[in-house]
């Protein structure tokens, strides 16, 4: 039987080439989603691995090889991962029966036709095989052909590890854009593995105090940060701070304490580490040092005798240092030197001393030069000078090749105390500071003593009395006047002043002396006038203050009429009367009381008695009253000698008549005299040998006696001599005469029409 076979839509090798491109479709599928999990997976392990070296270098401030070994570790696995997740896979291959097989498993109701479909049209069976290969393509092609096995492929891992890697490379990414400084920083330390390249610390100590020396120069300036640029104090050049020369010496004086003082920007860590190695003897060791306020700490190293290295870290902090500290003697001053320059008025030369003592008393206005030298070279010295005014400081001028001397020069116008300060290239200052006092001789106004005779305080209009000047001067006079002030008795009128000059007064000579017989007449005062005057004298000063000027005593008296000053001198000559009564009295006393004296008495007796002693005392006591009453009688004569009066009292109208004033002085003045020195002293002799017992009773009795008598005559003498109120009588008769003609004359002239300045002469 003859079978007729009709032909089918789907051939088996039809259907095995259909089924074999959808499976390609889905290989290639397959291997895109492999390769985009494999490079998920690389990013995030890439990133992991970045972010945990910076986890690690930015907490530990890794040394190269760790971050060497990190980056050698990191690299290794992302090329594992390249080779497994990449490489491989993309070598991998994915045969249509396994591919088919998965389609299978994802569609069970297939029961393994797919994989029969895909085999038989690769077998190409003949005869009747053929016809059952052909009728099952026919029957199950369309239901093969409608699976589309490229939806079955599911990406979700893919997708999962895709997500997660665009993720972790977008954190990345976001990261290193909003901190660029950190991302860079990574980048040079565990990429390009830079040594150079430090991250910034939460922590950064600066230690105070150290010091920064200039290369050109070797001026030493404060601390200064590494790379700032600033003038150097000594040369003027721009000095750039070497990082590896930054700040990281001190000196101190040798045996003195060093204090470390650090300070914390930043995060303040609770302690400070100071590492330190001596030099000489190779001591080491570290202190932790606590913060004495919050950010602060303080360490001190005493006494030390040798150079010491120090280092300081803590916290997060980068080792800082070496700080080095050498020991250095302190500089002295060797010598000390003082010249003085008194002001050239003074005529006094230079006073150089060297090594001068503590204190030195200068003439006022001196100018005074220090000198000095050091131990040491110096980089400036100064003197503080402290008077009654603020202190102030003085720059010495540093000098000698050495550098080693200074000068420095001021004026002493008071007392001044100096200092003497200097610091050498390292700012170490002595220890003891040389001090000096000046006091200033201030130079006094020249002393001058005007002596005047004669004068008591009122005058006539042509009194003439003697002037004695003298003056002195430490350095030399410049002149000399006698100063007078004129005030007329109308208010109206200003007072006058007029200098006459001294020529007696030689400029530049210490000392002058002057005798004047001054004449009022010449001055014309009308009475009324007060007439004050003085010496005066200034010496050569001509510094500041200009020259100085002494005066006198102020002598003031009142111009008077003739009739006004000889009743002044008779209340005087009357007062003088009175006051010898009152002697006379007291001598009587005497002679009553040595009356009483009984030599011839017992012991009892002589106790009740006056003492002989006490009236000798009492004796003397009177005598100089006697003598008080000659002089002023004395004067009161010279007085009137010198206003002009004494014509007053001569002889009248009879010739040969002796002037009154010159019997005063023999009548009166005279015996006084005696009485005074001769007659009262031996009365107060006797009386003291008495009380001694060497003397006679009888003896002072009579002594005593005789010089009471010529009290008594005295006394009658000065009654009689009432000349002052005779001439005051007489004068005042003058003086009516002449008023009564003066307004006689006045009535002439009016009546007559001869008035002052009119017609009539």
């Not at 004067?635 to 004033?661: C, K, P, Q, S, T």
Request: charged fraction near 25%; include cysteine.
């Amino acid at each position: 039987m003859t079978t007729t076979s009709t032909s089918s839509p789907h051939t088996a090798r039809d259907l095995a080439l259909k089924i074999e491109a959808r499976l390609a479709a889905v290989r290639s599928r397959l291997r895109l989603l492999l390769m985009a999990e494999g490079v998920a997976v690389i990013v995030l392990a890439a990133v992991a691995a970045a972010f945990g070296s910076y986890v690690l270098d930015r907490g530990l401030t890794l040394a190269w090889s760790s971050r060497a070994a990190g980056l050698a570790i990191a690299a290794a696995g992302v090329g594992v991962l390249i080779w497994r997740m990449l490489l491989t896979r993309s070598w991998i291959e994915l045969p249509d029966e396994e591919l088919a097989l998965l389609v299978e498993r994802r569609h069970p109701g297939l029961a393994a036709r797919l994989v029969s479909a895909l085999q038989l049209g690769r077998s190409a069976p003949t005869g009747a095989s053929a016809e059952l290969v052909d009728a099952f393509s026919a029957e199950e092609g369309p239901t093969l052909l409608a699976l589309n096995p490229v939806d079955d492929v599911a990406p979700g891992r893919a997708l999962g590890w895709g997500g997660g890697g665009a993720a972790a490379l977008l954190l990345a990414i976001g990261l290193a854009s909003g901190y660029p400084d950190e991302a860079t920083i990574w980048a040079q330390r565990n990429l390009m593995l830079r040594s150079d390249v430090l991250w910034p610390r939460a922590t950064r100590f600066i230690v105070e105090g150290f010091t920064y020396a200039c290369a050109g120069c070797e001026y030493v300036h404060a601390a200064f940060d590494a790379g700032e640029r600033f003038p150097c104090h000594g040369c003027d050049a721009i000095v750039e701070v070497d990082p590896e020369r930054t700040a990281t010496t001190r000196r101190i004086p040798k045996g003195d304490d060093a204090t470390l003082v650090i300070d914390a920007i930043g995060r303040f860590p609770p302690h400070a580490r100071v590492l330190y190695e001596f030099e000489e003897s190779g001591a080491s060791g570290h202190a932790e040092v606590g913060a004495i306020v919050p950010g602060r700490y303080s360490h001190k190293l005493t006494g030390l005798t040798e150079p010491v290295t120090v280092w300081i870290d803590g916290g997060d902090a980068d080792r800082i240092g070496p700080y080095r500290i050498e020991v250095e003697a302190r500089p002295w001053i060797e010598e000390l030197g003082v010249t003085i320059t008194p002001p050239a008025y003074t005529g006094l030369g230079e006073d150089v001393r060297e090594d001068p003592p503590g204190e030195l008393a200068v003439p006022a206005g001196s100018r005074i030069a220090l000198t000095g030298r050091a131990s040491k070279r110096l980089r400036k010295a100064w003197v503080d000078i402290t008077t009654t005014e603020a202190p102030k400081r003085l720059e010495a001028t540093l000098g000698g090749e050495d550098g080693r001397s200074f000068s420095a020069s001021f004026g002493v116008g008071e007392g001044v105390e100096v200092a003497i300060g200097a610091k050498d290239g390292w700012h170490l200052e002595p220890e003891r500071v040389p001090r000096l006092r000046f006091d200033a001789l201030p130079d006094t106004a020249p002393e001058v003593e005007l002596a005047v005779q004669n004068v008591s305080d009122i005058v006539t209009a042509v009194a003439e009395f003697p002037l004695e000047v003298s003056g002195k001067d430490d350095y030399g006079l410049a002149g000399g006047v006698l100063a007078f002030t004129l005030a007329p008795p109308d208010e109206e009128v200003e007072p006058t002043t007029e200098r006459v000059a001294f020529e007696e007064v030689v400029a530049g000579e210490k000392k002058f002396a002057a005798t004047r017989t001054w004449s009022l007449a010449a001055l014309a005062p009308e009475p009324g006038t007060f007439l004050s005057f003085q010496a005066e004298a200034t010496d050569q000063r001509d510094i500041e203050g200009g020259p100085n000027t002494g005066r006198s005593q102020v002598f003031s008296v009142r111009v008077v009429t003739r009739e006004e000053f000889l009743a002044a001198m008779l209340q005087r000559q009357q007062a003088e009367a009175r006051e010898f009564e009152k002697i006379v009295a007291g001598e009587e006393r005497l002679e009553a009381l040595l009356a009483v004296i009984d030599p011839e008495g017992d012991d009892a007796a002589a106790a009740d008695q006056p003492d002989p002693g006490a009236l000798a005392r009492s004796q003397m006591g009177l005598a100089r009253r006697t003598g008080g009453v000659a002089d002023r009688l004395e004067r009161l004569v010279a007085e009137m000698h010198a206003n002009g009066v004494a014509d007053d009292f001569g002889g009248g109208e009879e010739e040969g008549e002796e002037n009154r004033l010159d019997l005063l002085e023999k009548e009166v003045i005279a015996p006084l005299r005696a009485l005074e020195r001769r007659q009262l002293p031996g009365v107060s002799a006797s009386l003291d040998r008495l009380a001694a017992g060497t003397g006679e009773h009888a003896e002072s009795t009579r002594l005593l006696a005789e010089a009471l008598g010529q009290m008594r005559k005295i006394l009658t003498r000065m009654a009689r001599h009432e000349t002052l109120a005779e001439v005051i009588t007489k004068l005042e008769a003058l003086l009516r005469t002449e008023r009564e003609v003066i307004r006689e004359t006045e009535k002439v002239r009016k009546g007559t029409g001869l008035e002052p300045g009119g017609d009539g002469r």
